[in-house]
C-alpha cells in the first residue's frame, strides 16, 4: 500500500438520501476502503466489538479527549457522544489505507473546517454531497425505507431542506438517480482523486 495515494473519501447529505446505500455498495466493490471507526459513549448492543464497530469510551475518557482537541469532530446525540478521533483518520491514511466517511451534514463542516489549518488532510480528503433530487423524492424513500415514523420522516425533511443549501461547500455534488447512476458518479469521484492524490 501507498501512503501517498491514501485518500479519505467523506461522504454526506441528508437522512435519507442514500449516503448508506452508496458507501456499502462502494466497500462491497472495493474491500481495500475501509470505514472510519466512530467513537461513542454509547453502550455496545450485543455482537458490537470495540475498535472494529465503535471505540467505546466511557464520559470521561471521552470528555478529556475533546479537551485535548483530539476529535477532528464530535457531537452529543440523544445524550451519548459520538466522534472522529483525528488518530484514527491520521494513522491509517498513514498506514496507506482509503478510508470511507459516511457522515451527517454537521459532522462534514466540521472536517472542511479541520482542513483549513491543516494541509495534510486538505490534500488526501474528498467531500461529496448526496443532493436528491427534491424534497418530494426524499420523501419517497424514507417513506419506503419505513425505518422511522411519520412524525421523524417530517422533521428530517425540515432539517434536510436546509442541508441542501450546504451543498455547494463540498467539493462534487451527486444529483441523485439511480442506484447505479449515484454509484458510478461516487466511484468516478473516488479514482479521480486517487489520481489527483499520487
Ligand atoms: N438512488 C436511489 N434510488 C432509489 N432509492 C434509493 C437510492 N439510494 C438509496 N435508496 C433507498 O433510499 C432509502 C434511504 O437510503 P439510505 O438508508 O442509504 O440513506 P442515508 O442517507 O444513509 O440515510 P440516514 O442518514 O438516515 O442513515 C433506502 O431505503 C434506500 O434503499
Redesign the pocket.
Known sequence: MDSAKSVLLLVS????????????RLRGTYPDIQRVITATTRSPRTGEVDGQDYFFLTDKSFKDKIAQEAFYEHALVHGKHYGVLKEEIDSRLDAGVDLLL?I?VQGAESFRNATKHNPELARRMVSVF?LPQSISQLSE??F??D?DDKEEIER?LIVAEKEMREADQFDHRIL????D??FAALQKIYFDKKGLAS
Request: with cysteine.
Open positions: 447529505g441528508p437522512a435519507g438520501s442514500g449516503k448508506t446505500t452508496l458507501c456499502d459516511n451527517d448526496i424513500r424514507l419506503d425505507r425505518s428530517r441523485s438517480g439511480t442506484r447512476e449515484d
